[in-house]
């Protein structure tokens, strides 16, 4: 995963670039040296990755703390340890069969349903996402006087991974203990509590998507992420008033998605 390292960083005093350096700093070495990593448990900072998920919930601020704290140590922003990545993979698939539970899936259906959160919401989605964000944080965000930095793919995954999982907490765990005896129970109650939970999770992950981009240096005008708060909190107001419950949607987008 490329740093987003000055690029004369990486120059020496007659102008070209050292091979080691060069070597070093390439994204195709960040990310041969990520995923040889992802298949070396013992090599993983679990609990480190746990204190993130942590902190994700009580004070993200914390957690970006840390990224540049990896980028004075190591230089780069991106995660360098998966450990963050397995610990949000075993969530998903938990809370997906805990979902296919609660909705009475069978077993073909809910490792059917496994599949398509695993490989299209969250690694598909995912990548959509990231790239995007990549795409528009370089090409708008990046001060005039910092266009020696970029900000690089990796990053950009990692802030979606941070914003993902509150989101898959309250909407896949919490959510779960509410779903059949209030929410899908055809009341106003029932909806309030469901598409509360959804203006909770999607403010949390426009929140931490905001944190993440703001926390580099040189970025401009970040607050611009805050700007999806308008619309979410006006269609949260229009499903209360319509009856709309995002809850019942959802639940059956996920048992069409299984026939």
């Known amino acids: 995963m490329l740093p987003s390292t000055s690029v004369n960083s990486l120059v020496q005093g007659n102008g070209v670039l050292n091979s080691r350096d060069a070597a070093r700093h390439t994204a195709g070495a960040k990310r041969y040296k990520y995923l040889r990593r992802l298949f070396r448990f013992r090599q993983m900072d679990f609990e480190f990755a746990a204190w993130q998920m942590l902190y994700l919930f009580t004070s993200p ?39 296919g539970f609660v909705l009475d899936m069978g077993f073909f259906e809910t490792i059917k349903l496994l599949l398509w959160v695993v490989f299209i919401d969250c690694v598909g989605v995912g990548l959509l996402i990231s790239t995007l964000m990549w795409f528009i944080s370089n090409k708008y965000l990046v001060k005039r006087q910092s266009r020696d930095y970029d900000v690089e793919w990796g990053y950009a995954f990692d802030v979606h991974l941070n914003a993902f999982y509150p989101l898959l907490v309250i909407l896949h765990f919490i959510q779960l203990f509410f779903i059949n005896h209030v ?11 469901g598409n509360t939970l959804w203006l909770v999770a999607v403010g949390y992950y426009i929140y931490v998507t905001f944190l993440g981009y703001s926390a580099l240096p040189f970025l401009k005008n970040t607050v611009i992420l805050l700007y999806p708060f308008a619309p979410l909190i006006l269609l949260y107001g229009l499903s209360l008033a319509l009856g709309w419950n995002f809850t019942h949607t959802l639940c059956s987008f996920y048992k069409y998605r299984v026939k």
Not at 88 to 96: A, D, G, K, P, R
């Open 61 to 99: 601020q914390r957690v970006y703390r840390n990224f540049h704290y990896r980028k004075q140590t190591k230089d780069q922003w991106a995660r360098d340890d998966p450990a963050f990545l397995v610990l949000l993979s075993i969530w998903l698939c938990v809370s997906t069969i805990g979902f």
């Open 183 to 193: 929410i899908l129970t055809d009341t106003f109650i029932g909806y309030l509590v």
